[in-house]
């Protein structure tokens, strides 16, 4: 059988422990070619506090890590069929803080390559350039708290993550106009 990622429960606020745990077992185990990758999926996000550019790392699913493993051949049955599978099985189960495979299925349903790719890219791409922290969705009621625009309340139209910025719909001499605003200038109504 194939290497295939799959999501699993961990203790909450533990990810990075319970990672660590999995890989030692792993690797005492001697089984790196069947369980070559646990991660933890994190992304850069830049905020700014008290005036300050501060890049933090959120984890992208606090509570869950993605593994990259071979689980073997189940044959239909509820647990692995032989005793090299069952091993791998075992290892992940017995190590400190695992949870269990999402879906509670045996054999555990793996993610599909498109799912995977996606996390794996937004990983990469916060790797190299942190986004910006925008807690304002679209359509949100904002009032702008500093500059020309001050005072003014608007709608949300656009969010542009990469540089910061929002698009509001504001109401200037009775007509509705839309101005770009840095997400720190505004605060939700």
């Known amino acids: ?12 606020n533990r990810e ?5 745990n999995i890989e030692r077992s792993v690797k005492a185990a001697a089984l790196e070619e069947r369980i070559p990758e646990v991660l933890v999926p994190a992304e850069q996000i830049s905020e700014i506090k008290n005036g300050k550019k501060k890049i933090v790392t959120r984890k992208m699913f606090p509570g869950y890590c993605v593994i990259q493993a071979d689980l073997g051949d189940w044959g239909g049955a509820e647990v692995p069929q032989t005793e090299a599978d069952q091993e ?10 695992f949870g269990d495979f999402v879906g509670g299925q045996k054999p555990p ?4 390559p498109e799912e995977i790719k996606e996390i794996l890219d937004r ?11 925008v807690k304002i969705k679209v359509g ?4 702008i708290k500093d500059g020309p625009f001050e005072g003014f309340d608007g709608n949300v139209e656009e969010i542009d993550d990469a540089r910061g910025q929002l698009t509001i719909s504001v109401i200037i001499f009775g007509r509705s106009t839309s101005v770009q605003i840095d997400h720190w200038h505004v605060e939700p109504n």
């Open 109 to 112: 349903l793996p993610m599909s």
């Open 140 to 143: 949100d009621s904002v009032r």
């Open 16 to 20: 990075d422990w319970v990672r660590e």
């Open 123 to 133: 990983v990469n791409d916060t790797a190299e350039s942190p986004r910006m922290a």
């Open 88 to 97: 791998v099985w075992f290892t992940l189960h017995e190590s400190k803080g």
């Open 1 to 12: 059988m194939a290497k295939e990622w799959y999501i699993v429960r961990v203790l909450t």
